[in-house]
């Protein structure tokens, strides 16, 4: 079975590029282009792993990502903040909200790729 991926944002050109290399690789990809589409769609579905920009519509990406966490159903489910926000303290704020990994954007697309294997291994 196919692990799935959760893609969080709001950027049409981020998120075809980042479906098309996912899918290359094997995974199954669900899209969300506002936080609280990616929160309806983790609760029909929780996917294995959500890409989260965080600076999204109607639902931030460290809001989204503090309400998966306060689920213990979800504790597996695994975060990568992907986002430009790159400051230090809002690298800090998302790990402390339970992101698993923060990459800032731009990103090498083969080390995003890596990032997400090895994620997934563990879980």
Not at 46 to 72: A, H, T, W, Y
């Amino acid at each position: 079975m196919s692990r799935t991926v959760l893609i969080a944002d709001d950027e049409p050109n981020i998120v075809i590029s980042l479906e098309f290399l996912l899918q290359q690789e094997g995974y199954r990809v669900e899209v969300a282009h506002d936080g609280q589409e990616a929160w309806d769609a983790i609760q029909r579905q929780p996917p294995d792993l959500v890409l989260l920009d965080v600076m999204l519509p109607r639902l931030s990406g460290f809001d989204l990502c503090q309400k998966i966490r306060e689920n213990p159903a979800w504790q597996r489910l695994r975060i990568v903040m992907l986002t430009a926000k790159g400051r230090e303290v809002e690298i800090s704020k998302g790990l402390a909200l339970g992101a698993d990994a923060y990459i800032t954007k731009p990103f090498a697309t083969q080390a995003l790729l890596a990032q997400v294997r090895a994620l997934l291994e563990e879980g």
